[in-house]
């Protein structure tokens, strides 16, 4: 300011000087308003300047001017460089919030304070058959038809979610949504929805488990107390106590195939996966397989005197190693292998094969020529308890658990387990390992590695 006032005045000496010699007394005091007038032009045409460069917002066309004027617009230029710049962090950030909304796995709609859609992410979309850009604005009460969540939002009590079906739930493949409202800001509302289906079918799972196997071990232990009630209070011959004797060690041998089903169950889930290093040759384990299948074919068709037909491969077919647990493949395979014996009638025929790939894959199979299954029960042999005809799993020692075994022991090792079946024609259970599981055996091989 002392520079601005200092230029007023010597602009006036020097026109005041300038009129003074014009005209003395008058001239000088017209020089004195000249320069104030002329300085005054020149500092509003600054100010002009200055102030359409603040109305253009545009920092690259700021006006190049000295003194009092280019310091404000020096000052001005940094301080529109700043706000900008605060501006896009802030709108950078808001995009990240964004970002991390539309990555969630749970539906999120934003609404206004009437209940229209404001901004909602993927999930959302996808679950309530939402469109981001066609239904905003829209009304989320117009949009998600359900009475149940008419009713929710109508009655504005959002304490507790409510339950809803999702837009592609069918009866095969039923679909569970949780949807609750939460207020924010001036009266607006998140709605917040979460896939429970899940969790839905995990707690029907677990119910079912523990009514079954309540019921399973139930039925031996009344088996077994009314046998000692019957012993402790009646005189038996000794046939007759033999009899009732052997009748209690078989319902306690299926209590204890049922327990222990359930802990190697319980160890598959809670143990970690088989390691690639610990190598099973193939020609032991299946030669174990078939003396097991042998021993029970002859049990169960000893009466009958029409033995299966057992046909497994041979050592000089089986030159491959397996990587996984030796003790869980065994269980694997010999359970396929005495399902094929118990459900196929005396002289029947079960076939084991091993069949390697070009890939370096190969397959497991068991084929048999019983009764076949019906295809409605297909998908549901590997559930837990799942039986077609419960009598004849009865009779033929059955616990219900073992193509659950099965089943996760060849996840485990990186199969599936595919059926295939025919009424009257018999059924093959198949199993296809990876080849990152397999290796040819062979001494050769073995000093190689």
């Not at 000295?66 to 605060?86: F, H, I, K």
């Not at 939402?130 to 998600?144: K, M, P, T, Y």
């Not at 050592?315 to 395979?333: I, Y």
């Not at 059924?427 to 599981?437: I, V």
Request: net charge neutral.
């Amino acid at each position: 300011m002392t520079w601005r006032g200092l230029a007023l005045a010597l602009a006036q000496v020097a026109l005041g000087a300038l009129g003074w010699w014009l005209g003395q007394a008058w001239g000088a005091l017209a020089g004195v308003v000249l320069a104030s007038w002329l300085w005054l032009a020149w500092d509003m045409w600054h100010a002009r300047k200055l102030l359409l460069w603040l109305r253009s917002t545009e920092l690259p066309l700021a006006p190049s001017m000295s003194g009092v004027w280019g310091e404000l617009a020096t000052r001005m230029r940094r301080w529109l460089r700043l706000d900008a710049q605060q501006v896009q962090q802030s709108e950078q950030r808001l995009q990240d919030i964004f970002s991390a909304l539309q990555a969630s796995p749970n539906g999120l709609i934003l609404l206004d304070a009437t209940g229209h859609i404001e901004w909602c992410n993927q999930t959302a979309e996808q679950q309530f058959g939402l469109d981001a850009e066609r239904d905003l604005q829209q009304s989320i009460g117009n949009l998600v038809r359900d009475p149940a969540f008419s009713a929710y939002w109508t009655r504005h009590d959002f304490v507790q979610p409510v339950l809803l079906q999702g837009r592609d739930s069918t009866p095969g493949r039923p679909m569970r949504l949780s949807v609750q409202l939460y207020a924010y800001g001036d009266g607006r509302h998140l709605l917040l929805s979460r896939d429970i289906t899940a969790l839905e079918q995990a707690e029907a799972m677990r119910r079912d488990f523990v009514a079954n196997v309540s019921h399973e071990i139930r039925t031996p232990l009344t088996v077994l107390l009314g046998f000692v009630e019957t012993l402790q209070t009646l005189p038996l011959e000794e046939g007759e106590r033999k009899r009732y004797l052997s009748l209690m060690a078989q319902q306690a041998a299926r209590m204890q195939s049922l327990v222990q089903d359930l802990l190697t169950l319980s160890r598959l889930e809670g143990s970690p996966w088989p390691a690639r290093d610990d190598w099973i040759p193939l020609a032991p384990l299946l030669s174990q397989c078939e003396d097991e299948a042998s021993a029970l074919s002859d049990m169960l068709t000893r009466k009958a005197g029409a033995p299966h037909a057992l046909v497994f491969p041979t050592a000089a077919a089986l030159q491959s190693d397996l990587a996984g647990v030796s003790a869980e493949l065994h269980s694997a395979f010999s359970n396929l292998i005495s399902n094929a014996i118990r459900y196929t009638p005396p002289g029947g025929s079960i076939t084991v094969r091993w069949q390697p790939h070009a890939d370096g894959s190969a397959t497991f199979s068991v084929q048999d020529s019983g009764r076949g299954i019906d295809p409605e029960h297909v998908g549901r042999l590997t559930e837990r308890f799942y039986r077609i005809d419960r009598s004849r799993s009865r009779e033929t020692g059955g616990t219900g658990l073992g193509l659950a075994i099965v089943k996760h022991v060849l996840q485990r090792h990186g199969a599936q387990l595919h059926i295939a079946s025919v009424l009257g024609q018999g059924s093959t259970f198949s199993a296809t390992f990876p080849a990152g599981r397999l290796r040819p055996h062979g001494p050769a091989y073995a000093a190689q590695a």
